[in-house]
């Protein structure tokens, strides 16, 4: 009897230790919390408020999550790591090739699958180490929104039609009317595609814009084809 007693309780301590790890559960959340809060501040406050486009905010938070989620759970699998990122690589190929992705939002996609996969992988790192980890990205984003970049300067396509203008010799010319039609203080002029069949150019502007409202690169504007406006 006594046996069986020790055979039931040892079959009820195995299955509440598979069915539920207090330990492993709380360290997943915390790690999971982590990561989201990190990439959150990094999308709300350094992404967000220059390109303000919702759709990459919702792809940045899921797919970082994800990312996230497949690397901590595959921990200890047969399956390697560089497999998973292989995937995932394969995945970028085919999918975001077959759509004009800039490249701030490429460069803040595969910054934060980097960010995910490091908070998904330190599992020997204490929580104190993965702040300061995680410090550090928030740190190399700032830098290189804030401080390393011109917020005064913005720049912007122009399909351009008086053709006359686009001369070497006459370019004090073409600022001074593209200075008094769009009514910007214009810093310099480059001339991409000329079309003399319907007389127009593709002009790349960079103008100085000291209220610098919502993000106003050339990545951002997707009316003109880049290949076909510029070398």
Not at 12 to 25: A, I, K, R, S, T
Not at 44 to 67: E, G, H, N, V
Not at 146 to 170: G, M, Q
Not at 219 to 225: A, F, L, N, Y
Request: aromatic residues 16%.
């Amino acid at each position: 009897m006594l046996l069986f007693s020790d055979f039931f309780q040892s079959m009820w301590e195995n299955l509440q230790f598979h069915f539920c790890d207090p330990v492993g559960l709380t360290h997943m959340c915390v790690a999971f919390l982590l990561n989201l809060l990190v990439v959150w501040i990094i999308v709300q406050f350094f992404y967000y408020p220059k390109a303000r486009r919702r759709d990459y905010y919702f792809t940045f938070l899921l797919l970082s999550a994800s990312i996230f989620m497949l690397i901590y759970l595959m921990d200890g699998s047969k399956m390697e790591i560089g497999a998973a990122l292989g995937l995932f690589a394969v995945f970028g190929i085919i999918r975001y090739r077959t759509e004009s992705v800039p490249i701030r939002e490429m460069t803040y996609l595969f910054f934060l699958v980097a960010l995910s996969v490091v908070n998904g992988t330190a599992s020997e790192l204490s929580v104190v180490e993965k702040v300061v980890a995680n410090v550090f990205f928030i740190l190399i984003a700032w830098i290189g929104e804030f401080a390393l970049h011109d917020s005064k300067t913005s720049c912007k396509y122009v399909l351009y039609d008086n053709i006359e203008l686009i001369k070497p010799d006459r370019y004090d010319d073409l600022v001074a009317d593209l200075e008094k039609r769009l009514g910007l203080d214009i810093l310099r002029v480059e001339v991409g595609g000329v079309d003399f069949l319907k007389d127009s150019a593709t002009l790349r502007i960079y103008y100085n814009d000291p209220d610098r409202v919502g993000e106003k690169t050339v990545d951002s504007m997707t009316k003109v084809r880049k290949r076909d406006a510029f070398a």
